[in-house]
């Protein structure tokens, strides 16, 4: 069993989360917000919402991080075994190549290590589109679930 802590400051990323992760994922992992993370313990993987704001806490322990590309100063403040940003930059390890309406493009900019000690490579993904949803919340439950050990094609939303 995986914990996985969101830092966020709304509440949708933790929302978007529990409903699009895949079923047998889901059984796998204690989802909950980094605040209610035991103290001196850390989260497997903690994800870092788009809309955090500069006043929230920041936990200061986990294996790995997964972190918007414009928060990266976050890295530093956070005792990780890696990092990993997600976002719209060239700069994020995890991206998006294209955006249609029909489907989307997500695009593994550089080597990631899984929880599970694999490396992957630098690829694209493909993804149908489903709805309005924010990129942003597409990257971070695609960044979870390869960060997780899923298989890139095995990937959904």
Known sequence: ???????????????????????????????????????????DLLVVS???????????????LLVPG??????????AGW??????????????SSLGEKDLCLSLQREVVTLTGDCLECQEIRLPRTGHTSPFHVLACAGVQLLLGVPPEEVTL
């Open 50 to 64: 788009q809309d955090l704001r500069g006043e929230d806490a920041v936990p200061a322990l986990c294996r790995a």
């Open 83 to 96: 990092a990993v940003s997600y976002g719209v930059s060239p700069k994020d390890s995890l991206s998006l």
């Open 70 to 79: 414009r928060l990266a100063p976050l890295v530093g403040e956070v005792e």
């Open 1 to 43: 069993m995986y914990t996985i802590g969101v830092l966020e400051s709304g509440g949708g990323l933790s929302s978007f989360l529990a409903a699009h992760l895949p079923a047998g994922l889901r059984e796998q992992i204690c989802l909950c917000p980094a605040g209610d993370l035991p103290r001196g313990k850390g989260a």
